[in-house]
């Protein structure tokens, strides 16, 4: 069965720096794009980044951009999120999720969540 298996959360100074990996397993990683969500306390999910399932794009949350970078080891069946740069507003549970197709569209999998805590 499909497995979503999120690490690497922690707690984090102002400024600091983080990589969230997902290790997948039960399909055909290459085959899918991967995107990274989060849910702060008390808000809504957020769509944070996404990468197609060759890497040949990316997207990224106005929020984020020029701080976080997504990447994927399809040899490792892993997707990963290296978070620099953070703020408190980072501040989040971060899912990775599995997409329905090589690209962005509807998504079928989430893994169970890391926790990312970002304060001084």
């Known amino acids: 069965q499909v497995q979503l298996v999120e690490s690497g959360g922690g707690l984090a100074q102002p400024g600091g720096s983080l990589r969230l990996s997902c290790a997948a397993s039960?399909?055909?990683?290459?085959?899918?794009?991967m995107s990274w969500a989060r849910q702060a306390p008390g808000k809504g999910l957020e769509w944070v980044s996404g990468?197609?399932?060759?890497?040949?794009?990316?997207y990224y949350a106005d929020s984020v951009k020029g701080r976080f970078t997504i990447s994927r080891d399809n040899a490792k069946n892993t997707v990963y999120l290296q978070m620099n740069s953070l703020k408190p507003e980072d501040t989040a549970l971060y899912y990775c999720?599995?997409?329905?197709?090589?690209?962005?569209?509807?998504?079928?999998?989430w893994g169970q969540g890391t926790q990312v805590t970002v304060s001084s």
């Open positions: 999720a599995k997409a329905d197709s090589s690209w962005y569209g509807s998504y079928d999998y």
């Open positions: 039960g399909f055909t990683f290459k085959s899918y794009a």
């Open positions: 990468i197609y399932s060759d890497g040949s794009d990316t």
